[in-house]
């Protein structure tokens, strides 16, 4: 195992030389790919994390604790698509001359997958309530 | 001599490992305060376990990336010891296809891996010694350059620029080399703990009603399977009525193919209709120089052959026209070892000119197209005459053909 790991450690410090090398002598880099590099960290890192735990730390405090695991599944596909639909549904990458280009109404698209995954996560909901039904008494709202 | 620098070396690595080793002195306790204190993160759903599992699902993908991206960089600039060839005609279409696909499908895979390691952050004392900051340093890199890969290459197929401050197709090449290089060395730095994680029953610790591993990892796949089933139709055209999330749809543009850069944008709309255009085609023996109708009157071939967008998207297309390798005859040289420059009538940009390898140039599939679905090509996809070959990304089908410089290989 030693061997695998600094022939592993050893091939990875070769390739990000390679990384750091490649883009400080591409023109076509410049210092805007470090800063959005580090952008993107700190976007990810300082906000959406933090605020996603805080999100997760409210449903702990206001959902019924049966129904923690459901809605936690379903807040975590809803931003996973909402990530990839965003730049889509901001439309700026549009050019008036050119209708082929991102041609659909992609509000309305992620509206619809909204709705499915909120109308499939109300249905799981109901079909174990159901299922709980007979082993314990109706919980309190 | 040999010995006492052996020796030597021997005792600097020592004296480096050392030092590396060396304990810093820790931070003053007065600083651990928010996330950083112990127990600041309550979930009991992260396990090394988890990680394990979720970091082994991106490995794959992020290898499945890096691999059909350098094939797509490859084609674009290819190194002399790399030939890509024209058949299968649908191959780039499947390799780019797939790349976009899986970027788009790893993203809930990244921010479920990041979550479950997001305490390792707050880790308490921040460095214990060189060899700990150097390690924290490349796991910076590594997050970074994977935000980056995914965000940027979501950035590019919604088309979306400004947000991005360089080139986009060079800085995703090199953070590309910067993630597989990052993961490599994570791989290696952590492999006894994955190891013990993935062949050491872990049971679920967390309690009744909260999200289970196997229910995340359920939720991620299933976001994965969201993602990918909404987007793929821009490539998968029979998934196109469900796919409300594809930047593209296969059946939409002019002559039902879409179009990536309109003649309007490469400023060529004046120039493409005058009467005086010539395709010209110097080649080592003659100089050929044909209109529209000497064009017409050459043999006249059919083929379906997909356009295959870096972007991830693709639309097959019925193209007729004149094969390329004709032209080369016409210009004296032999068609199974030519080379052939295409130049369009673009002034600039990136995308003007490509070089046709000799696979391209003697397969009969390699057209100069003049026809679309059987009527002219439209302004927007290359009229009068564009570039169309088997197996090569779209980028490099020339529209506008203006010149074509044939050279002979040997």
Do not use: C, I, N
């Given at each position: 195992m030693r061997t695998v790991r600094r022939a592993l450690i050893g091939a990875g410090v070769l390739g990000m030389t390679y990384a750091v090398i490649g883009a400080l002598t591409d023109?076509?880099?410049?210092g805007g790919a470090l800063l959005f590099l580090i952008g993107v960290l700190i976007a990810h890192d300082a906000i959406l994390l933090p605020l996603v735990i805080g999100v997760g730390a409210l449903i702990g405090r206001f959902v019924p604790l049966r129904r923690h695991a459901l809605i936690r599944a379903a807040l975590l596909i809803t931003l996973a698509v909402t990530i990839v639909a965003v730049p889509l549904v901001l439309g700026r990458g549009r050019a008036a001359d050119n209708p082929s280009l991102l041609p659909l109404n992609y509000g309305r698209g992620l509206l619809e997958i909204y709705g499915l995954i909120w109308v499939s996560t109300a249905l799981a909901a109901a079909v174990r309530a159901r299922k709980e039904r007979p082993a314990r008494a109706p919980a309190p709202p | 001599m040999v010995r006492d620098l052996a020796a030597g070396l021997a005792g600097l690595a020592r004296r480096g490992h050392s030092w590396l080793n060396t304990p810093l002195p820790p931070p003053?306790?007065?600083?651990?305060?928010?996330?950083?204190?112990?127990?600041?993160?309550?979930?009991?759903?992260?396990?090394p376990r988890l990680t394990s599992l979720l970091g082994s699902a991106l490995a794959v993908a992020f290898t499945v990336c890096f691999v059909t991206g350098l094939i797509s960089h490859f084609i674009q600039?290819?190194?002399?010891w790399f030939a890509w060839p024209s058949r299968p005609v649908n191959l780039y279409r499947v390799t780019q296809g797939v790349h976009v696909a899986t970027g788009l499908a790893l993203v809930p895979l990244l921010g479920a891996k990041l979550w479950s390691v997001y305490p390792r952050l707050f880790?308490?004392?921040?460095?214990?010694n060189l060899a700990h900051m150097i390690e924290r340093a490349s796991i910076a890199a590594l997050v970074a350059a994977a935000l980056f890969q995914l965000i940027s290459g979501i950035l590019n197929i919604a088309r979306?620029?400004?947000?991005?401050?360089?080139?986009f197709t060079a800085g995703h090449y090199w953070s590309a080399w910067l993630a597989i290089g990052a993961l490599l060395t994570h791989i290696g730095v952590k492999l006894p703990i994955i190891r013990t994680a993935l062949t050491r029953p872990t049971p679920d610790r967390v309690t009744d009603g909260g999200l289970s591993r196997r229910g995340l990892l359920g939720a991620a796949g299933v976001a994965a399977g969201v993602i990918t089933l909404t987007t793929a139709g821009q490539t998968v055209a029979p998934l196109a009525p469900v796919s409300v999330l594809a930047p593209r749809r296969p059946r939409s543009g002019p002559q039902n193919v879409p179009v990536n850069k309109t003649a309007g944008a490469a400023g060529v709309r004046n120039a493409l209709f005058d009467p005086a255009y010539r395709l010209t085609v110097p080649g080592p023996a003659r100089r050929v120089r044909l209109g529209l109708t000497d064009l017409a009157a050459l043999p006249q071939h059919t083929v379906v052959l997909p356009i295959s967008c870096v972007e991830g998207w693709s639309s097959t297309g019925t193209w007729t026209g004149v094969r390329l390798r004709d032209l080369v005859v016409l210009a004296g040289a032999d068609p199974d070892d030519a080379e052939a420059y295409v130049e369009s009538l673009e002034a600039r940009g990136r995308y003007r000119a490509t070089t046709v390898p000799p696979a391209h140039v003697r397969d009969p599939y390699t057209l100069i197209a003049l026809r679309l679905g059987g009527e002219p090509l439209h302004p927007d996809h290359g009229y009068p005459a564009r570039l169309i070959a088997p197996n090569?990304?779209?980028?490099?089908?020339?529209?506008?053909?203006?010149r074509i410089t044939v050279r002979s290989n040997s």
């Open positions: 023109p076509d880099v410049k | 003053p306790a007065t600083l651990r305060r928010g996330p950083l204190r112990r127990g600041a993160f309550e979930s009991r759903l992260r396990s600039h290819p190194p002399s880790g308490w004392p921040p460095v214990r979306w620029y400004t947000p991005m401050p360089f080139f090569r990304p779209g980028v490099l089908q020339t529209k506008w053909v203006s």
